[in-house]
């Protein structure tokens, strides 16, 4: 059974930069017609997606936070990141990381971690 | 930007209702839209992929319609463990973006 796991501080600072890692485990983040995603929910609000990336490092990144995020992928630790930078209060969500199938015929989030709270305050 | 509509944004319901839940999108989205059940505290679990087809192990009491700009969500006989959010969230392939419905919240009568 695929399991995925976020971790990283659950604090930041304003103007700092968050940084998470969500560890893949029960399958291999190399699998091909997969991506690996990023999406936040601020407390009591809808979902917003940040980005995903492929095993090979393909990245691609909401339109909203494109000049803040990063991605990377750690094929070796089975294991991928999000750098946000300048974080601000609006910053303050539940981070999950979710596997996404995009293929030719349906993309959709299957599999998500159990969500890590982060807050920007200083 | 596509932008996604629910109706209604909350509803009641006892326990054997049918429930069906709207989702709106701004332009044409084809069948490129997903439902997503979310719990207080967990993360969400998909429901239905591509408008209407049900994801592997969803119990058959969950439905989808639609394509273009209107989509339907039903629950043919509503359980105790269905009281969530729902979501519907749209996907485009060029480039990729994937967008969410702000929700619906079904708790009981």
């Known amino acids: 059974q695929l399991q995925l796991h976020e971790s990283g501080p659950g604090l930041v600072k304003p103007s700092e930069t968050l940084s998470l890692t969500c560890s893949v485990s029960g399958g291999s983040i190399s699998s091909t017609s997969y991506y690996w995603s990023w999406i936040r929910q601020p407390p009591g609000k809808g979902l917003e997606w940040i980005g995903m990336?492929?095993?090979?490092?393909?990245?691609f990144y909401s339109p909203s936070l494109d000049s803040r995020v990063t991605l990377s992928v750690d094929t070796s630790n089975n294991q991928f990141s999000l750098n946000m930078n300048s974080v601000t209060a609006a910053d303050t969500a539940v981070y999950y990381c979710a596997r996404l199938i995009w293929s030719g015929f349906r993309a959709g989030f299957d599999y998500w971690g159990q969500g890590i709270l982060v807050t920007v305050s200083s | 930007d596509i932008q996604m509509t629910q109706f209604p944004s909350s509803l009641s319901a006892s326990v054997g209702d049918r429930v069906t839940i709207t989702c709106q999108a701004s332009q044409d989205i084809r069948n490129y839209l997903n439902w997503y059940q979310q719990k207080p505290g967990k993360a969400p679990k998909l429901l239905i992929y591509d408008a209407s087809n049900l994801e592997t192990g969803v119990p058959s009491r969950f439905s989808g319609s639609g394509s273009g700009t209107d989509f339907t969500f039903t629950i043919s006989s509503l359980q105790p463990e269905d009281f969530a959010t729902y979501y519907c969230q749209q996907y485009d392939n060029h480039p990729p973006l994937f967008t969410f419905g702000p929700g619906t919240k079904v708790d009981f009568k």
């Open positions: 990336i492929y095993y090979r490092g393909n990245t």
